[in-house]
């Protein structure tokens, strides 16, 4: 089993729709990443959590510390949303990594 | 203030020759990270440096593999007589203090290295 489950794998969207993906940990974490990676590309950081919630634009974290489980949603979805999406956890001096969900958002 | 910068974007090597990846962290940035993304795969720790320092290099293979993090330039990643199994992206990211929740990592754009 895996120490960072992301789901889901893939997702695909209409424009405009609300999309939630979610991580969940087995390890014992300081903090979490999510990260977003275009095809071809490189890696963005868009929050990194520790507790409670963010929001950045569209885009809203959580993180739930006791039951290891953080969540991702994009409000009002957009096709330049399509990428992967990566959740990360720091555990002591590294970044363990989920295996990332594929978003595409059609027009 | 640039971000993480690595070079070269992409490297093409035949087998059984050496690649060099460099990655020269944000500025303030003393510590320095590489990940490794194989095709179709999700993104797996490499090893850990600090100026002059390797700190954690639990993640590199036993052989082939070396990093270095000098005093002056940047971090470079070395794999000796590469083979195709070595073909990934390879990422850096640095960070100006490890393991403090209160600092992020940045990211570089990652070199694709295709072993032929």
């Known amino acids: 089993k895996n120490e960072v489950e992301q789901s889901p794998q893939n997702l695909t969207a209409q424009e405009g729709e609300f999309i939630t993906i979610n991580c969940s940990y087995s390890?014992?974490?300081?903090?979490l990443h999510w990260l977003q990676q275009h095809p071809g590309g490189g890696i963005v950081s868009l929050f990194m959590?520790?507790?409670g919630k963010k929001k950045h634009g569209r885009l809203i974290a959580t993180i739930n510390i006791q039951e290891k489980h953080s969540s991702l949603h994009i409000t009002a979805s957009h096709p330049r949303d399509s990428a992967v999406y990566i959740c990360a956890v720091v555990d002591t001096d590294k970044l363990i990594f989920g295996t990332g969900t594929r978003l595409q958002v059609f027009p | 203030n640039a971000g993480v910068m690595q070079n070269p974007r992409h490297l093409v090597r035949r087998r059984g020759q050496e690649a060099r990846l460099r990655c020269s962290p944000m500025?303030?940035?003393?510590?320095v990270y590489w990940y490794r993304q194989l095709p179709e795969e999700g993104l797996k720790f490499m090893v850990y440096?600090?100026?002059?320092?390797?700190?954690?290099e639990s993640g590199m293979p036993k052989e082939r593999f070396s990093a270095e993090f000098p005093k002056e330039g940047p971090s470079i990643l070395r794999i000796q007589q590469v083979v195709r199994g070595d073909s990934a992206a390879y990422f850096c990211?640095?960070?100006?203090?490890?393991?403090?929740?209160?600092?992020?990592?940045?990211f570089g754009s990652g070199t694709r290295l295709t072993v032929v």
């Open positions: 440096l600090q100026k002059e320092n390797i700190i954690d």
């Open positions: 500025k303030g940035h003393s510590h």
């Open positions: 990211a640095s960070s100006p203090l490890h393991g403090q929740s209160n600092y992020g990592y940045t």
């Open positions: 959590l520790s507790s």
């Open positions: 390890v014992g974490i300081s903090a």
